[in-house]
């Protein structure tokens, strides 16, 4: 039998459950009874996501089901080994926890606004020094402060869509003997596969693509080497923020959907894109490769495709809640890669914990849009988008001659 697609992966990942049952059941206990030391142990075989030590004790430290979606992912990923966290910043603080004190962490500069919040108050208070860097792209191994023992990207970033190359970071990483991580969101491994690049933490909120329909919490973080493998097990067991049984189920279900839901999020974003390029009222449209030829380059070679996330600048004569109000189908809310599409406004949303300064570091104007393209029918969210440009254009203008008429 040849190797099977990532679609069929998708669907076939699951662990077989003893009993039969097609779809995993979910195991709720907290706890689980110990053999009798010295007692022959049962004949009867463990559930699916048996963990390494060959059962289960209590809830925190391993359970069937958050077993099954970790060697689920692992297998979609090529990856050894799986971690599942509450949280996607349950996650990246994992990631973060194996970073001693007294050493650095290098990130991009334009980074989620959870990610920026971490590491501006957590780090000062555990004495690690971090700096973010502009175009990691350009970074060299002598430019590389001697205490950084990590170098952290997302690519595409957020909500910028900024390439980085990766292979290039883990590279200059390794020269300098650090580790690189990268959050893969925006991509999963169905477009971009870090390990491949040299990687060697790859980081996901499950919330997004992978479970898909915005019911859920989850993270995930991956790795090959045993030593960073086991720092994140201590993480994930001693911080006690472990995937819960019943979520753990929800992100396996919509890993099923997973590449389905992606190529009609893609095909959708792909056409709203066309739309903006053309719209007379954006005056810029970033997506994967937008910024220059040299990341479009990039991007072309590490990926298979754009995301369905973009984010474009609205012209002055756009009112931002005229235009908000005109939506229907469109959700004016933060998150991503579920079925429906949200928009959001970034500076005041995702990243409001950043100062003007820090915005405009990180590329995010007052005018910055981010738009999260779901599965719907791609005319009617086309209609939407123009019919909110229509009725918002000038709107600023009406609002205050109606005052002033008032007044």
Request: net charge negative.
């Amino acid at each position: 039998m040849g190797e099977r697609s990532f679609a069929t992966r998708c669907v076939a990942t699951t662990p077989f459950d003893p009993t039969g049952a097609v779809v995993p059941a979910i195991y709720l206990a907290s706890t689980y009874a110990h053999p009798i030391p010295g007692a022959c142990p049962p004949p009867a075989p463990m559930p699916c996501g048996t963990n390494e030590e060959g059962g289960h004790s209590y809830q925190r430290w391993s359970n069937p089901t958050r077993a099954a979606v970790e060697i689920a992912v692992a297998s979609l990923e090529d990856a050894k080994h799986a971690y599942a966290f509450a949280t996607g910043m349950a996650a990246i603080s994992a990631v973060f926890s194996t970073v001693k004190a007294g050493q650095r962490v290098l990130l991009c500069s334009s980074i989620y606004g959870g990610t920026f919040q971490y590491i501006s108050n957590f780090f000062p208070a555990r004495d690690i020094k971090y700096d973010l860097i502009d175009d990691v792209n350009a970074l060299r191994a002598e430019d590389v402060p001697a205490d950084t023992a990590m170098i952290y990207i997302e690519s595409p970033t957020n909500p910028r869509l900024r390439v980085v190359d990766i292979a290039h970071a883990a590279e200059v990483a390794h020269q300098v003997g650090a580790k690189l991580a990268i959050d893969n969101t925006f991509q999963t491994a169905y477009l971009q596969r870090p390990f491949e690049l040299g990687a060697d933490y790859v980081i996901y909120s499950a919330t997004k693509y992978l479970a898909g329909h915005g019911d859920v919490l989850a993270g995930l973080v991956l790795a090959n080497d045993e030593e960073l493998a086991e720092q994140v097990r201590l993480a994930q067991v001693a911080l006690g923020a472990p995937l819960s049984p019943f979520d753990s189920y929800s992100v396996l279900r919509g890993l099923k959907t997973l590449v389905v839901r992606m190529d009609r999020q893609l095909e959708n974003a792909e056409r709203i894109r066309e739309f903006l390029l053309a719209h007379p009222s954006v005056t810029a449209v970033h997506y994967p490769g937008s910024e220059n030829a040299k990341e479009a380059e990039i991007q072309a070679k590490q990926s298979q495709g754009a995301g369905s996330v973009l984010s474009f600048e609205i012209a002055d004569d756009i009112h931002l809640p005229t235009f908000v109000a005109a939506l229907d189908i469109i959700g004016y809310a933060v998150s991503l890669g579920g079925v429906e599409t949200l928009l959001c406004h970034p500076a005041s949303m995702t990243h409001a914990t950043m100062n003007d300064q820090e915005l405009a570091a990180a590329g995010i104007s007052q005018r910055l849009l981010r738009l999260a393209v779901g599965i719907e029918d791609a005319s009617d969210l086309l209609a939407e988008l123009q019919r909110a440009f229509q009725v918002s254009k000038g709107a600023a203008e009406r609002c205050l001659d109606n005052s002033n008429s008032e007044s």
